[in-house]
């Protein structure tokens, strides 16, 4: 496992039958580069899924539909699209995958400038098409953003108080049983 992801395992337990198996050649053939490795960790711990059902995390490659299916990294992409009013072909000025969305519409993105995914940082979109630029990969910036350790304060309505992760499928496998998913909130 990646160092980095010990640290938001700590803070995030996974659930049990938690994690996605993600095909990563699939992903890297559809994405044009492999993902950093802090995110294969994190994921094939924790799978896509949601802390406090306020900040969503998406899966590179579609797993399921509809609305009980974890959000994928084209979907979140495309939105930074749509709130920069950017076409497709305007790559360049993305210059990122979307890999998290927020319950206010900030996202968070990679930017894959650097050839190395593992060297790749993280770029918040704010909901009013601003970018504010995180010196760490995904697993430090959820720590960071968890704990406080980083400033500005890098999503907007999200309060990370007793942070919980579900995975998608036991998202929808507590609400199918009747169950609230969010006690907690």
Do not use: K
């Not at 044009?32 to 995110?39: A, I, K, R």
């Not at 749509?82 to 993305?94: F, S, T, Y």
């Not at 993280?122 to 630029?133: A, H, I, K, P, S």
């Amino acid at each position: 496992m990646h160092p980095s992801v010990a640290r938001p395992a700590g803070i995030l337990p996974p659930h049990s039958g938690a994690g996605d198996p993600v095909d990563r050649d699939e992903a890297a053939r559809r994405w044009g580069t492999p993902f950093p490795t802090d995110y294969r960790d994190f994921v094939s711990a924790h799978g896509g899924g949601s802390i406090n059902r306020s900040l969503c995390i998406g899966l590179p490659l579609e797993v399921a539909q509809g609305p009980d299916g974890p959000l994928g990294f084209e979907e979140l992409t495309a939105c930074g699209y749509e709130l920069l009013d950017l076409d497709p072909g305007d790559a360049p000025a993305l210059r990122g995958i979307s890999w998290a969305v927020d319950c206010s519409a900030d996202q968070a993105f990679w930017d894959t400038a650097d050839p190395d995914p593992d060297r790749w940082t993280t770029l918040v979109l704010t909901r009013l098409g601003g970018w504010v630029e995180y010196d760490c990969g995904m697993a430090d910036f959820l720590v960071g953003f968890l704990t406080g350790e980083i400033s500005p304060q890098p999503m907007g309505l999200f309060s990370p108080d007793r942070p919980v992760f579900l995975n998608w499928r036991e998202e929808r496998r507590r609400t199918e049983a009747g169950i609230d998913p969010w006690p907690h909130l």
